[in-house]
């Protein structure tokens, strides 16, 4: 079983759509929590750190559910420009250091 | 301020063929990461740094070498090339505390024939 588990897509959703990405993990000790946005051929880049708490930046709110390990994305009024995969990142503990580890992403288009 | 660079941007290599990646930082970051990314895989970690002169297996290690004789650089080595060894290289680095960002290169295609 893979540490970080995301539902692939294609999420294929029109312009002012509202949109949730989930992403389980597997390691408990699990300290940070992250997503990632990449564009096609792309490096990925944060898109927003996820708080125990929840915690929103414009039309993006991210959720983090600790009991259950789960953590998601709420992309509310979807615009054409963010069509892209999103990728979760969790920070288990690996000998003493925290080493970011990906979720497969989820491929995420908004058409007009 | 370049961040990450990774050096070179595409190669093609034959079947056996050995070649060096080269990533630099300029962020004064203690860990440094190498990944690769295939289509419907994500990307899985092949080895990563949490310091000069230390590095560690990630989760696809084999057919690899590494090494960070500078902090500064993160040097991925393929030996004898494979055509499985056919993907799209990430090189990241992060400080060393859970709560930080990791900061990507822009990435290396390599195909092996």
């Known amino acids: 079983r893979k540490e970080v588990e995301q539902d692939p897509g294609p999420f294929n959703v029109p312009e002012g759509a509202t949109v949730a990405f989930n992403c389980t993990y597997s390691n408990s000790a699990s300290q940070s929590f992250f997503w990632y946005r990449q564009d096609c051929r792309k490096e990925p880049k944060l898109l927003m750190s996820v708080y125990s708490s929840g915690n929103e930046d414009g039309r993006f709110t991210a959720q983090l559910n600790r009991a259950s390990q789960y953590i998601s994305l709420l992309i509310r009024d979807s615009k054409l420009s963010d069509s892209a995969t999103y990728l979760c990142?969790?920070?288990?503990?690996?000998?003493?250091?925290?080493?970011?580890?990906f979720g497969r992403g989820t491929s995420l288009i908004v058409h007009p | 301020n370049a961040g990450v660079t990774q050096t070179p941007k595409f190669r093609v290599l034959k079947t056996g063929q050995s070649m060096t990646l080269l990533c630099a930082q300029d962020m004064n970051h203690e860990y440094m990461y190498w990944y690769r990314q295939d289509p419907g895989m994500g990307l899985r970690l092949i080895h990563y740094?949490?310091?000069?002169?230390?590095?560690a297996k990630g989760e696809v290690p084999d057919g690899y070498n590494v090494s960070r004789l500078k902090k500064q650089n993160f040097l991925l080595g393929l030996e004898s090339a494979a055509p499985s060894q056919t993907s799209v290289y990430f090189c990241?680095?992060?400080?060393?505390?859970?709560?930080?960002?990791?900061?990507f290169g822009q990435g290396t295609r390599l195909t092996v024939v």
């Open positions: 990142v969790v920070n288990p503990r690996s000998g003493g250091s925290y080493i970011p580890t």
């Open positions: 740094s949490v310091g000069e002169g230390t590095t």
């Open positions: 990241a680095s992060s400080p060393p505390q859970a709560d930080t960002e990791a900061f």
